[in-house]
């Protein structure tokens, strides 16, 4: 399914940067994306998408570390707490970092 999402942005993309349409044709197809972006079952499908993804990375995460953490250096493993005690704002983040919103 992402792949081809990907590949329609991609399409869709290139079809507007390479056509000689003109602005006319741009702005329906601008108003054509933003319906589509806008529409509740794709919001839905994304964020489901997204919250799979922040899963499945955290299991690849905490897999890695259980295997490989024992023989990384105490340099890096250091280097990757402080990164992760300077970047807790208080905000919900995940173990990349990154935010669950």
Not at 3 to 18: D, E, I
């Given at each position: 399914?992402?792949?081809?999402?990907?590949?329609?942005?991609?399409?869709?993309?290139?079809?507007?940067?390479?056509t000689?349409?003109?602005?006319?044709?741009?702005?329906?197809?601008k108003?054509?994306?933003?319906?589509?972006?806008?529409?509740?079952?794709?919001?839905?499908?994304?964020?489901?998408?997204?919250?799979?993804?922040?899963?499945?990375?955290?299991?690849a995460?905490?897999?890695?570390?259980?295997?490989?953490?024992?023989?990384?250096?105490?340099?890096?493993?250091?280097?990757?707490?402080?990164?992760?005690?300077?970047?807790?704002?208080g905000?919900?983040?995940?173990?990349?970092?990154?935010?669950?919103?």
């Open positions: 399914m992402r792949y081809k999402l990907t590949f329609v942005a991609g399409l869709a993309l290139g079809y507007v940067l390479g000689r349409a003109g602005r006319e044709r741009y702005e329906q197809l108003k054509s994306a933003r319906q589509v972006s806008q529409n509740p079952a794709v919001r839905n499908t994304a964020e489901s998408a997204a919250q799979q993804g922040r899963q499945f990375a955290g299991k995460y905490h897999a890695v570390s259980e295997k490989v953490g024992e023989r990384v250096p105490a340099s890096v493993t250091q280097r990757v707490r402080s990164l992760r005690d300077r970047n807790t704002n905000a919900a983040e995940d173990d990349w970092g990154t935010s669950n919103t």
